[in-house]
């Protein structure tokens, strides 16, 4: 009996802190944290074998539960359930993200970060064989358009690299990148 009330009890402990957090009550956070941070953190890192990652994970995931605590309804699950949901969503993101990288070795990974950012296709498109479709089509686009095309989807940067290779805003960058797409996919149609 005594295991039900302390579950009921913490239960209504966990409501009453997303509700702090939906009303901008930035002490919700810390009342999670206080109910779940030592569970939270523990299945994270159960999931991501690292300490470091664990604590990116949990990190992330209050700054989803504060974003979205007003979204939350208690017909639709408890609200343990919901923030275990948005962690372990974000620690599987996680791992999605890291798979390819983490095979390889520590100095291998340096090395290819290190030839990465030598990568500069300023002109790379003229590498396409022949009289291609996709090369008229690049062809086509100003310069910057091209440029930020060719770093996104030939060197693999995101677009806040690009924007700090390019020397640009981030939202300068991104729009460059939809125009760019926009326009070739118009071509290739």
């Known amino acids: 009996m ?16 997303l ?11 810390a009342a999670i944290l206080d109910i779940e941070g030592r569970q939270l953190l523990g299945v994270a890192f159960r999931m991501l074998q690292r300490h470091d990652l664990a604590e990116e994970a949990l990190q992330d995931a209050m700054v989803q539960v504060w974003r979205k605590a007003g979204t939350q309804r208690a017909d639709s699950g408890s609200v343990r359930g919901w ?8 620690c599987l993101n996680i791992l999605r993200d890291g798979k390819r990288l983490s095979t390889l070795a520590p100095a291998d990974l340096a090395l ?7 990568i500069v296709p ?18 086509g686009l100003d310069a910057p358009g091209r440029q930020v095309i060719l770093l996104a989807y030939v060197a693999g940067f995101s677009h806040g690299e690009i924007a700090a290779r390019q020397n640009m805003p981030l939202g300068t960058a991104k729009s460059l990148i939809r ?10 149609s």
């Open 2 to 17: 005594k295991d039900r009330q302390t579950a009921h009890d913490r239960s209504a402990r966990l409501r009453q802190a």
């Open 83 to 90: 923030i275990y949901a948005i962690l372990r969503n974000r």
């Open 122 to 139: 300023t002109e790379g498109w003229e590498i396409l064989a022949g009289s291609s479709k996709l090369r008229t089509c690049l062809d």
């Open 112 to 118: 290819v970060q290190e030839a990465r950012q030598q």
């Open 19 to 29: 509700d702090q957090c939906a009303d901008g009550d930035d002490s919700g956070i």
């Open 179 to 188: 125009r760019g797409l926009s326009a070739l996919k118009e071509c290739l």
